[in-house]
């Protein structure tokens, strides 16, 4: 790994900018951000032949490298965010999943730390507001109504960094909680739910506006009960999640909400568990065991799926080159619509000038070769 340049020319690839891509394109970084133009004696790195992207950004994450954001150590946690960092991810929320009232307002406590010391972007809390009938990998006996009250008991306990939660809004209180998220500007995403097209249209007007996961742990589609997926893929206010990852979608589903949403309204997502970068083997997921064979992870008791060992480097190459979605609009899908819906979009999500040096560099085939965060090489394409 190499350090930080005082001034770097990034030379030579296809560089992917909000405006379109620059052949022969060229990214100027100085110490920690882009600027405009090179300082006398930069040095440069020639990359021909490649692609030059904006860092990815992820809003649903729940670990990687073998650790858990939802009950790993400190030194654990950052072991995950490193081990996404490795796979071009250079901004990441940490998701948890469903427990105990206080022991998730204990762990926002930890996780908000490094969310205050830069290593974190903020906070998911996916679970405990969410239905027993479409609870995936949630412990049933933990869920709970989402109540207004026990909402902001976790966002005062985030200390301010609380960037989303995934509710059932269906349940009692689900659009109360919708509106209080919405008065503090933290994200309200209908998820996990059993909710009717008619109760989720009505909590996209009380304020929610991302879709957790689109088509995973919600009713079908279907031609007299539209349900969720309808109200949530028609209506321009909503941003859809999807896990590109071959095993929660079908590459016809990926197709159908590109098509109807647009990719200025998708969010490409890991959904990671621990396993992540990792490998097959026993996990645990908050309270539930999950094994993970040939790379996808299920729950050892009943089989649900359990989160995915995504990355976003993978997301990518399968949107490219499988999903033939084209570039532009898939580094829109994995950094700008993220680094908007996260608040965040000033300082990452693209290759403006001004903005951190966070950025990803691929070959001709889309295989990731370097990252860099905040004009640091994580990977150095010259050596790795």
Same mark, same amino acid.
């Given at each position: ?7 770097? @020319? %990034?030379? $030579?690839? &296809?560089?992917?900018?909000?405006? /379109? *891509? ?6 100027? =970084?100085? !110490? ?44 654990? @946690? %950052?072991? $995950?965010? &490193?081990?996404?960092?490795?796979? /071009? *991810? ?6 948890? =999943?469903? !427990? ?285």
């Amino acid at each position: 790994m190499a350090g930080r340049a005082d001034s770097t @020319v %990034l030379a $030579g690839a &296809r560089v992917v900018l909000p405006t /379109g *891509t620059v052949e022969d394109g060229r990214v100027v =970084v100085e !110490g920690t951000r882009i600027v405009g133009g090179a300082a006398e004696g930069a040095g440069t790195v020639d990359l021909s032949g490649h692609w030059v992207v904006p860092g990815f950004v992820d809003m649903h994450n729940h670990g990687g490298g073998g650790a858990s954001f939802t009950s790993g150590t400190v030194d654990e @946690v %950052l072991t $995950g965010i &490193r081990t996404h960092r490795e796979h /071009g *991810t250079t901004t990441l929320v940490a998701s948890t =999943v469903t !427990g105990e009232m206080d022991f998730l307002s204990r762990r926002a406590g930890v996780l908000s730390e490094l969310v205050e010391q830069g290593d974190l972007a903020g906070i998911h809390f996916e679970g405990p507001f969410i239905s027993p009938c479409r609870k995936g990998a949630h412990s049933e006996d933990l869920l709970r109504h989402p109540d207004p009250a026990e909402v902001r008991k976790l966002m005062d306990a985030a200390r301010g960094t609380a960037k989303m939660f995934t509710l059932a809004t269906e349940l009692p209180g689900g659009i109360e909680s919708v509106r209080l998220l919405a008065e503090h500007g933290v994200i309200a995403a209908i998820g996990h739910t059993d909710a009717t097209y008619e109760q989720t249209v009505e909590a996209i007007d009380a304020g929610a506006t991302v879709a957790t996961h689109l088509f995973n742990a919600m009713p079908p589609l279907a031609h007299r009960e539209p349900g969720p997926i309808a109200a949530l893929l028609e209506d321009e206010r909503i941003t859809v999640e999807l896990i590109n990852d071959g095993t929660h979608l079908h590459p016809a589903a990926l197709e159908l909400a590109y098509h109807h949403a647009g990719a200025h309204r998708v969010a490409l997502i890991t959904d990671a568990m621990d396993a992540a970068g990792f490998g097959d083997g026993r996990y645990q997921l908050g309270p539930l065991a999950v094994e993970v064979k040939d790379g996808v992870a299920r729950l050892v008791e009943g089989n649900s799926i359990a989160g995915s060992t995504l990355t976003l480097d993978t997301a990518f190459h399968r949107a490219v080159t499988i999903d033939r979605i084209p570039v532009g609009e898939v580094v829109q899908s994995i950094s700008a619509n993220p680094a908007r819906l996260l608040g965040v979009y000033d300082k990452v999500g693209s290759l403006d000038p001004g903005k951190d040096a966070d950025l990803v560099v691929l070959d001709a085939d889309f295989t990731l070769k370097g990252v860099m965060r905040k004009g640091e090489w994580i990977i150095d394409p010259q050596i790795g």
